[in-house]
């Protein structure tokens, strides 16, 4: 029984940890999301000043 519960802890702390990387992947693409988007309104509109 204690094999069991010592296996599930380093089971849980193993995938916290790759909830964790999850979640800081997850905020940098919408970061990149968000620098592409504003580069390509800005090549737009530089674009359409010429």
Same mark, same amino acid.
């Given at each position: 029984m204690e094999k069991d *519960? *010592?296996?599930l802890r380093k089971e849980n702390l193993r995938l916290s940890g790759e909830l964790d990387t999850a979640r800081q992947v997850i905020a940098i693409q919408?970061?990149?999301s968000a620098l592409l988007d504003q580069?390509?309104?800005? =090549? =737009?509109?530089t674009s359409t000043e010429k």
């Amino acid at each position: 029984m204690e094999k069991d *519960a *010592a296996r599930l802890r380093k089971e849980n702390l193993r995938l916290s940890g790759e909830l964790d990387t999850a979640r800081q992947v997850i905020a940098i693409q919408g970061t990149l999301s968000a620098l592409l988007d504003q580069l390509s309104t800005n =090549s =737009s509109a530089t674009s359409t000043e010429k």
